[in-house]
């Protein structure tokens, strides 16, 4: 069956640190994949998407890595801050008859403390 | 500027009782529109699926059914409520390319009693 698995269900670091958050998946052969911030009752905000073909995204303190062969993307916030602390989610996106359609791991919930 | 509108925040309803949740999006035409559901301990799942009005890909069989009567209006709904539909409702849409991102409301926390 497909699986999506990140991580760790919490992970507590100190402010400044980098955390690294993990997304592992199988079954599965997406052509992309997507990193969400979610904030208790609210819905996930969009962060980056990377493609099968790329290896390394950034944006600002965050760095997405996609290994395909691995099937793993790692989620880096470097110089993180207690403002970053919530849930992060990794989708993937379905290929053929599943095209546009996400698939959400469980998060990891990330506290960042001073 | 695109804006997406869920309601109502919070619902509690009986066992057995129906359930019409309502999504609307504005500012943008001909969207990809979702339903999810994210329950407690759990992650985020794919519920509903629609690339437009009338189209309908349904994702895991239960007790639920969507509709799109509009181009920009979604609606989850049930005949009669289980326990097991309690949780966080989310609409989200995407504009049609395949690899463009989600975006969500503030969803529906349905607590059935």
């Known amino acids: 069956s497909q699986k999506i698995e990140q991580n760790s269900e919490a992970l507590n670091i100190q402010e400044g640190k980098t955390a690294t958050l993990t997304c592992n998946y199988t079954n599965y052969s997406p052509a992309y994949l997507q990193w969400y911030r979610q904030d208790p009752g609210r819905g996930p905000v969009f962060l980056l998407l990377i493609r099968e073909n790329e290896k390394e995204k950034r944006k600002e303190r965050l760095k997405v890595t996609f290994d395909t062969t691995l099937k793993q993307s790692l989620f880096h916030i470097t110089a993180s801050q207690p403002a970053d602390s919530a849930t992060y989610l990794c989708a993937l996106a379905g290929r053929g008859s599943t095209l546009g359609r996400l698939y959400f791991g469980r998060g990891t919930q990330l506290t960042v403390w001073p | 500027s695109q804006t997406i509108h869920q309601w109502p925040a919070t619902l509690v309803q009986p066992v057995g009782s129906p359930l019409s949740l309502e999504c609307t999006v504005e500012?943008?035409?001909?969207?990809?529109l979702y339903w999810y559901r994210q329950a407690a301990g759990r992650g985020l799942q794919l519920l509903f699926y629609?690339?437009?009005?009338?189209?309908i890909s349904s994702e895991v069989p239960q007790n639920l059914s969507a509709s799109r009567p509009q181009d920009r209006q979604f609606i989850l709904s049930s005949k009669k409520l289980l326990l097991s539909d309690s949780g966080f409702y989310l609409c989200?849409?995407?504009?049609?390319?395949?690899?463009?991102?989600?975006?969500f409301g503030n969803g529906t926390r349905l607590t059935v009693t």
């Open positions: 989200a849409w995407s504009v049609g390319r395949p690899n463009s991102p989600l975006h």
């Open positions: 500012g943008t035409s001909n969207p990809n």
């Open positions: 629609s690339v437009g009005i009338g189209q």
